[in-house]
């Protein structure tokens, strides 16, 4: 059996292929025939450039039918996706690319000077263009090639797709995702989540990311279900088309935004089957206005993207509750266990680092065996770097053992609207600036963004720094949600005996914005 992950979506066509696959937010429909031809258009055109076995295809483009479509085509091609941001800016894609040397990149025609540039710096000569209004180089060589093509055979343990995911110690890391990974967990949560071939899924994450790109994506996908697809999240837009989906998903932004909204209510998500909350802590006080404005329980999940999806909250009543505040229980086929600071599993209601194990956890960073080897224990169990609990209780109500809850995370991380940002990537950034002599960044509570980034800043003896000075650097080099929004210029850090600087302290001192 051919285990490429779009063969087994290919087996899951609807018998009518004329069926509208994906209506757009601007009125276009394609039909799975669409879909297939397409992808077999651009994947021709990939294997016309006799790329090696595992060659990469990394992908910065503004979101389009044609972005997903370069999606399914390379894996349909045998080749390996490596999606990236559109906040990236130079820097950081002269990292990514040097450090995956794709054999094709493809960016939108807006920033074609820039990445054709760090393209062949590292040796990549493959640049196509591809605009989110169905133009661009790609398209018009792909549209040479025949609209038929046999997906190309791949193993279990093949790889599938990279993503970069920001480390800890500043420098990024490549998940390398298999075929296995991504097709286990789309069929679990296929089953899990109750996915019909008549639901309709509004979708409006970004598709750069496991949430977009693979949850929401690959769900629809093996549904044989129909997409509602928009650019970003857009309230107009969710009012316009809630009335004739069933599904969605989004980061807790979407949530917060959606119970702000007072036109968002029971009528007009009277067809909703499920809403989906993932990717950051998902507030009770989000998850009880949503309840109380629609009537409907949003379902939160727990993943990362070295593991897609590892925990969720039942879909089915009859499989217990959502409870809010809890991320539920171990996805079938998915091991969670809660251990202690020695290596003993932690009794319910204890606090302690969570490990994973299961068909979906990914097989290792990108060129990185040592940190790879030191992110599995001895036993093969995966760090997710997330601390949580099995139990006790949520806001006074008594939660099932079976139950997990992340308390917090033992990796230095912030996630901001549900973009991950590492301070320690933020902090170097700093550093090298003038008048700056070290730095302490972190995340504050934010309204809307979950967390938001802030930074301490020590300036040098004599020097002067201006908050807005340095926010405006910043702008132009890194990612627009990686920046700080506010900036303190303090004399010194606060330390502990060891030296270490005390991050609890500044979240204290500078918990509001
Ligand atoms: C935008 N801005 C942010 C931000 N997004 N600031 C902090 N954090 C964010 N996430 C800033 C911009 O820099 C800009 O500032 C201003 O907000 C307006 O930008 P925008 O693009 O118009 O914002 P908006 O469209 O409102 O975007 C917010 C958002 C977006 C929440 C819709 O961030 C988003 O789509 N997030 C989804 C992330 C996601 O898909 N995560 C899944 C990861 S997968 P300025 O100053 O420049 O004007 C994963 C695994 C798992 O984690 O479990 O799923
Ligand atoms: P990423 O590296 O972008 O894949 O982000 C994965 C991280 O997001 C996890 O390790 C968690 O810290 C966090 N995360 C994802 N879903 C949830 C959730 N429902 N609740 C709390 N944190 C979450």
């Not at 990549?124 to 040479?144: I, K, P």
């Amino acid at each position: 059996m051919n285990a490429n992950l779009f063969a087994l979506f290919e087996s899951r066509f609807p018998a009518d292929r004329t069926a509208c696959c994906i209506e757009t937010h601007d009125g276009l429909y394609y039909t799975w025939d669409d879909l297939d031809r397409a992808t077999a258009k651009i994947a021709n055109l990939l294997t016309a450039l006799t790329l090696p076995a595992g060659a990469r295809v990394a992908v910065q483009v503004e979101k389009s039918v044609e972005a997903l479509c370069l999606y399914l085509a390379t894996l349909r091609a045998g080749l390996v996706y490596l999606p990236l941001n559109t906040a990236y800016q130079e820097a950081e894609i002269d990292y990514f690319v040097g450090d995956a040397e794709p054999a094709v990149v493809v960016c939108s025609s807006a920033n074609f000077g820039w990445v054709s540039k760090v393209a062949f710096k590292h040796n990549t000569h493959h640049v196509f263009t591809l605009d989110e209004n169905r133009t661009g180089s790609l398209l018009q060589r792909a549209a040479m090639q025949p609209d038929q093509f046999t997906t190309v055979a791949r193993q279990d343990d093949d790889l599938a797709a990279i993503l970069y995911t920001s480390g800890t110690t500043g420098r990024s890391k490549g998940a390398m995702l298999t075929h296995r990974n991504l097709a286990s967990n789309a069929q679990t949560l296929h089953e899990a989540w109750g996915w019909r071939s008549d639901d309709v899924l509004l979708h409006m994450l970004p598709i750069f990311h496991v949430h977009g790109l693979f949850v929401a994506s690959h769900g629809a996908l093996l549904a044989g279900a129909k997409m509602i697809w928009a650019p970003k999240l857009d309230m107009a837009q969710i009012l316009k088309f809630i009335p004739r989906a069933t599904v969605m998903m989004g980061v807790p932004t979407y949530y917060v935004r959606m119970v702000q909204e007072p036109r968002f209510d029971r009528e007009v998500c009277a067809n909703m089957r499920l809403f989906v909350s993932g990717s950051a802590p998902l507030l009770l006080e989000t998850f009880d206005a949503f309840r109380e404005r629609t009537g409907h329980t949003i379902l939160e999940r727990y993943g990362m993207s070295e593991t897609v999806m590892l925990v969720s909250n039942p879909y089915d009543p009859a499989q217990g509750e959502r409870i809010g505040g809890t991320v539920g229980l171990p996805l079938p086929g998915v091991s969670v266990r809660v251990m202690d600071g020695e290596g003993r599993a932690c009794e319910p209601g204890v606090i302690g680092n969570v490990e994973v194990k299961g068909p979906n956890v990914f097989k290792g960073y990108w060129r990185m065996p040592e940190k790879t080897a030191q992110e599995f224990t001895a036993d093969g169990w995966f760090r997710t770097g997330d601390v949580g609990r099995f139990g006790a209780e949520v806001a006074g109500r008594a939660v099932p053992d079976s139950y997990l809850t992340i308390v917090g995370r033992s990796k230095d991380l912030i996630i901001s609207g549900g973009y991950n940002v590492y301070p320690k990537e933020i902090e170097s950034f700093i550093d090298e600036m003038p008048g700056v002599a070290e730095s302490a960044v972190i995340g504050v509570p934010h309204a809307d963004f979950g967390e938001a980034v802030v930074a301490v800043v020590v300036r040098k003896p004599g020097a002067e720094i201006d908050e807005a000075g340095l926010i405006g650097t910043l702008k132009g080099r890194i990612a627009n949600f990686k920046v700080p929004k506010r900036v303190h210029v303090v004399e010194e850090l606060p330390r502990n005996t060891m030296g270490k600087v005390q991050k609890n302290v500044l979240r204290e001192q500078y918990n509001t914005l």
